[in-house]
C-alpha cells in the first residue's frame, strides 16, 4: 500500500505543468478569498479620528454607575490607552411652563470655560452662577412666543421637572456661528435628570468593533457601533463562493489529468486495490500541493496588506483567520480532486485479479 502512495505521488509530481497549475490555481483562490475576507473585516472598524491622530470609541452607560478613568485605562491598556472622559446623553430634555410643553435640545454650561464660548450669555449669567449652579436659563424669542409668553425673563419653567429662571431672552450665537439656546447653568439636579452617560475612550492603537463589544461587555456598558454584522457575513459567504468557483476549476483540471493517465492508474485497480484507497492515493498529491500554494496565498496577503489598506484602513488576517483560509482552500481542493478522482476511479475499465481468479 506504501508502494502505491509513493508511486502515485511520484507519477503525480513529474507533471510539472499539472503542479504548477494546482498550485497557481489554489495560491489565486487563497489570495483572493484572504483579501475579501480582510475586506469584511474592514467593515467591523469604525474607528473615528482625532486631529491630535488619536483613536475615539463612545459607548453608553448608566448615570447611577460612572466609570473612573482608572478602570479605562486598565481595559484598554493593550490598545495604548490616552484617556477618557464622559457626557450626559442630554439630547432630549422636557421643557414646560403652565399649558405648553415642549422638549428641546439644550446647552449646559459646567464652568466658566463653557461660558466664554457664548459670547453675549455673560450678561445674564455670570462664573459665579456657574460656580454655584444657579438654575438660571436664557431662551430665544422664538421660546417667548411658541409658548405665549409663558416662557419669559422673570418666569420660573421646569426643565426635566427641575425649576429654572429664565434670566433672559436672546439668541445667544457661539464661536461657531450656531444658534445655541436654551442655555441653561448646569447643576446637580439636572443630571441626575439624565438616564445615559456617553463616555469617549481616547487610544492610540485601532480597536475592532468585535472587540469593542467584549470590552464593553466586560465593564458593563455598551459600545455605540452600527450594526454592520450582515455586511461581514456577506463578505465571509463571498469568500466561500468564490472557493468553491476555484474548486470547480480543481475538479475540472483533475478529470482532465487523470483521464491522461488513465492507463497508470488502472494498474492499481487491476491488482485489487479498492476504489475509496485509490481515490485517496490519487488525491494526497493535490492535497499536499493546495496546502503549500494556500500557504504561500497567506504570505502574498501578508505583503499586500503591509503595503496598503482596505477602506482607508490597515487590516491584516488574524491568526484564526489565516488558518480558516488555509482549511477552506486545502479543503476545497479536496473535495475537488476527490470527487474527479472518484468519479475516474469507479468507471476505470479495469477488472481485479483478484475477481479473475
Do not use: W
Given at each position: 500500500m506504501?508502494?502505491m502512495?509513493?508511486s502515485i505521488a511520484?507519477?503525480t509530481?513529474?507533471k ?6 494546482i ?16 475586506l469584511g473585516?474592514a467593515f467591523?472598524?469604525?474607528s473615528?479620528?482625532t ?8 459607548f453608553y452607560?448608566?448615570?447611577g454607575n460612572?466609570?473612573?478613568?482608572e478602570?479605562?485605562?486598565?481595559y484598554?491598556?493593550k490598545?495604548d490607552?490616552?484617556?477618557s472622559?464622559?457626557?450626559?446623553d ?8 403652565g399649558d ?9 454650561i459646567?464652568s466658566?470655560d463653557?461660558?466664554?464660548?457664548y459670547?453675549?450669555?455673560e ?15 436664557i ?8 409658548s ?6 422673570g418666569?420660573t ?6 425649576e ?5 431672552v436672546?439668541d445667544i450665537?457661539?464661536?461657531d ?9 448646569d ?29 464593553a461587555?466586560s ?5 455605540r457601533l452600527?450594526e454592520?454584522e450582515k455586511?461581514?457575513f456577506?463578505?465571509?459567504v463571498l469568500?466561500?463562493v ?9 475538479a ?6 487523470v ?7 488502472a494498474?492499481?485497480k ?10 485517496l ?7 499536499m500541493?493546495?496546502f503549500?500554494a ?5 504570505g ?7 503595503n496598503?489598506?482596505?477602506?482607508e484602513?490597515s487590516?491584516?488576517?488574524?491568526a484564526?483567520?489565516a488558518?480558516a483560509?488555509?482549511a477552506i ?5 479536496f473535495i ?10 469507479k468507471?476505470m ?7 479473475a481468479?
Open positions: 506504501t508502494e502512495y509513493k511520484k507519477y509530481f513529474s510539472k505543468i499539472f503542479v504548477a497549475l498550485f497557481v490555481i489554489v495560491l489565486f483562490s487563497s489570495v483572493f478569498t484572504a483579501y475579501t475576507f480582510r473585516l467591523g472598524y469604525d473615528v479620528m486631529d491630535e491622530g488619536l483613536y475615539v470609541y463612545r452607560g448608566k448615570n460612572i466609570l473612573k478613568e478602570v479605562f485605562a486598565d484598554f491598556s490598545y490607552f490616552v484617556s472622559e464622559y457626557f450626559y442630554d439630547y432630549y430634555n422636557e421643557i414646560s411652563a405648553y410643553f415642549k422638549e428641546y435640545s439644550v446647552r449646559r459646567s466658566a463653557d461660558l466664554k464660548m459670547p453675549g450669555a450678561k445674564y449669567i455670570t462664573a459665579e452662577d456657574v460656580e454655584k449652579e444657579n438654575k438660571l436659563m431662551v430665544s424669542s422664538l421660546d417667548v412666543n411658541f405665549e409668553n409663558q416662557i419669559d425673563i418666569k419653567v421646569l426643565l426635566n421637572g427641575v429654572y429662571l429664565v434670566a433672559g436672546e450665537i457661539n464661536s456661528g450656531i444658534t445655541c439656546t436654551p442655555l441653561v447653568v447643576c446637580e439636579e439636572l443630571r441626575a435628570t439624565y438616564d445615559r452617560i456617553i463616555y469617549a475612550v481616547y487610544t492610540e492603537k485601532e480597536i475592532s468593533n468585535s472587540n469593542l463589544k467584549k470590552l461587555a465593564v458593563g456598558i455598551s459600545a452600527p454592520k455586511y461581514i456577506g463578505f465571509l469568500s466561500i468564490v472557493c468553491v468557483l476555484f474548486t470547480v476549476n480543481i475540472i483540471l483533475l478529470n482532465a489529468f483521464k491522461a493517465g488513465d492507463k497508470f492508474y494498474i492499481f487491476i491488482l485489487g486495490i479498492s476504489t475509496a484507497k485509490l481515490v492515493a490519487m488525491s494526497l498529491p493535490s492535497l500541493i493546495a503549500v494556500a500557504l504561500t496565498g497567506i502574498v496577503d501578508f505583503a499586500i496588506a503591509s496598503s489598506t482596505v477602506l484602513k487590516v491584516y488576517l488574524s484564526g483567520g488558518v483560509i488555509v482552500n486545502t479543503l476545497g481542493a475537488g480532486t476527490a470527487v474527479s478522482c472518484y468519479r475516474q476511479a468507471n475499465p479495469a477488472v481485479s485479479l483478484r475477481r481468479e
